[in-house]
């Protein structure tokens, strides 16, 4: 795989682990191994651990910025994606880099499906962590199939989510390489339309290639992305699969909304645009929602199949998980879309940093 997206200043490191080789980033001069606490950056779906760079770049060295590429990104090994599992595959990595890396705890940041990965990482080893971060988060019920506040499920069987609502074209151009903004669905032109909101543009043309290329690493097929799916005859006519990455998210099998039973609840910090048009109670991605507005043809209606309102599911998580002892933050940026620590990176880490230095005990309001 090429290491033609990593910055100046960065270094990559391969660490041999109990389960995988894994590709970890981070600043020159910063040792990834050994004891005491470490900030660990996961990122999100068709993208690796290179969108974070500018963060390691930015925070300080004493707290051991480090960012994973999750298996099937980046430079980590191209196992299969057991999605029976939902996310515990990548979850279950991420423990053993950390017991690899000699790390005591450490402070999760996760973004988008990354954010995911960082909740039921915190759900199996909540010992471990001492603080969370979610950036532009994926709903703690998943990604489509859903409707309401409590992440109530249209069907059994997740019909609406899953590897069915990937569209075959971007699979396509990320599977050929593609680097132009020729089509719609290029990389470029997904990471331009959806990534960033648009008073994010133009990016930096050099950090845009270090992105597309990261996006590119993303490995295709039915054991990675989008995965595999089940023709139904309900509408929008797909039900998950059992593999790949999208079907990880599917309300069948993931459900993290059980932090609020949590014994000792670290601090959660949350991040997202006001302009996200992914992870949305309106998400362009969300084929219920698509439906409502004749994007996607037969929609049985708002009764039958509502949109999944997520930034709402995981409000009322979140705030379930503070009544019941923990505590969040939530900041929201205006005229920014799925990637804050992309689009305005000083106000990012500005948050974090914050977040990360306030002691467990101190009451948090809300931005």
């Not at 099937?72 to 017991?99: C, K, M, N, Q």
Request: proline share 8%.
């Amino acid at each position: 795989m090429s290491r033609d997206y990593v910055l100046p200043g960065i270094a990559a490191t391969a660490v041999p682990t109990a389960r995988l080789t894994q590709q970890v980033l981070h600043a020159e001069g910063v040792d990834p191994h050994g004891a005491g606490d470490a900030v660990l950056f996961v990122h999100g779906n068709v993208s690796s651990a290179a969108f974070w760079q500018p963060q390691l770049l930015t925070l300080d060295q004493r707290w051991r910025p480090l960012a994973v590429d999750l298996r099937g990104f980046g430079d980590t090994d191209p196992l299969p994606v057991d999605a029976r599992r939902g996310v515990r595959d990548w979850s279950d990595d991420l423990a053993a880099l950390v017991e690899a890396l000699g790390l005591e705890r450490v402070h999760l940041v996760g973004w988008s499906m990354g954010g995911g990965v960082v909740l039921q990482h915190l759900l199996d080893h909540p010992d471990r962590v001492a603080s969370v971060a979610l950036v532009a988060p994926v709903s703690p019920y998943g990604f489509g199939g859903t409707t309401g506040t409590d992440g109530t499920r249209v069907y059994a069987d997740g019909t609406g989510s899953g590897a069915g609502a990937a569209n075959p074209d971007f699979v396509a151009a990320i599977a050929a390489g593609d680097t132009t903004a020729d089509g719609p669905t290029s990389p470029r032109s997904i990471l331009r339309a959806f990534y960033v909101g648009q008073e994010a543009l133009p990016l930096d043309p050099s950090l845009e290639d270090v992105f597309v290329a990261s996006m590119l690493t993303t490995r295709t097929g039915v054991d990675h992305y989008p995965g595999d799916s089940v023709a139904v005859e309900a509408w929008p006519g797909a039900a998950p699969g059992e593999r790949g990455v999208l079907n990880t998210m599917a309300p069948t099998v993931f459900d993290v909304s059980t932090i609020t039973e949590l014994a000792v609840k670290p601090p959660v910090l949350w991040v997202r645009g006001d302009r996200d048009q992914i992870v949305s109670d309106t998400s362009a991605f969300d084929l219920a929602f698509l439906g409502s507005i004749g994007a996607v043809p037969g929609w049985p209606g708002e009764a039958a199949f509502g949109p999944q309102p997520m930034v709402r599911q995981t409000r009322a998580v979140l705030d379930r998980y503070a009544a019941s002892g923990g505590r969040y933050r939530e900041v929201v940026l205006p005229d920014v879309g799925h990637s804050p620590h992309v689009e305005r990176p000083h106000e990012f880490a500005v948050a974090l940093l914050e977040h990360l230095t306030r002691p467990a005990a101190e009451p948090a309001g809300l931005t």
